[in-house]
């Protein structure tokens, strides 16, 4: 299922076939795939080069390791995360290891690094729904994160699938409604916060 973003100016395509799906196909994500998704993470950028990112996963491949994980997911999102063949926690680590000082950017480097991996995917036809969803608490009761970690979000991975697999008719609206995002001029600032740049006029 395509759903191309509709964008104001030319962006690279790969960027404008990515989409979040939760309708997900029973085809299995082979090893090798999935291995040169986690590469594409491991290559991210992140500051002082600290890699602050970890990767909880678990595959259908391992029923009662998928249950496990699927089981820390908010209770909407099992209902259909549990098609995906993957599923995934990111988690963040809070210090730096050279100071020990807090680094304050390792969620932004969480994202970066779960980014690449999103585009590497999108290039090799499989589809990623990162959710907020899930019991964080649970998590680390569950695979013993330490308080020096931070689990993130929870990550869906698998090929597009009908639609109609989803059994609540609002999440089925939601897979076939048009695309939209905010206007440039309305997060893109200059001179004072909230004022929109010249650059991208008026929202």
């Not at 002082?48 to 009662?64: C, G, L, M, R, Y």
């Not at 290891?97 to 690094?113: I, P, T, W």
């Not at 991975?157 to 076939?176: I, Q, T």
Request: glycine content about 6%; overall charge negative; proline content about 6%.
């Amino acid at each position: 299922m395509e759903k191309l973003a509709p964008v104001d100016y030319p962006i690279q395509y790969l960027l404008r076939r990515r989409w979040s799906p939760r309708a997900f196909s029973g085809q299995k994500i082979e090893k090798e795939t999935l291995l040169s998704l986690l590469e594409a993470a491991r290559w991210a950028p992140s500051s002082s080069n600290e890699q602050p990112w970890s990767f909880i996963v678990a595959t259908k491949d391992e029923p009662e390791e998928y249950q496990r994980l699927l089981g820390c997911l908010v209770e909407l999102n099992q209902s259909w995360a549990k098609t995906a063949p993957v599923l995934m926690v990111s988690v963040a680590k809070l210090n730096f290891d050279q100071s020990g000082k807090v680094n304050r950017h390792a969620f932004h480097d969480v994202g970066l690094a779960v980014e690449n991996m999103v585009i590497q995917a999108t290039d090799m036809g499989v589809f990623v729904h990162q959710m907020a969803g899930l019991d964080v608490e649970k998590v680390r009761e569950t695979y013993g994160v330490p308080a020096s970690h931070e689990p993130v979000a929870a990550i869906a991975l698998g090929y597009a699938g009908d639609p109609e697999v989803l059994e609540d008719e609002k999440l089925r609206s939601r897979e076939e409604a048009p695309r939209e995002r905010k206007a440039l001029g309305s997060f893109v600032f200059g001179g004072t916060w909230k004022k929109t740049s010249p650059l991208v006029g008026e929202p």
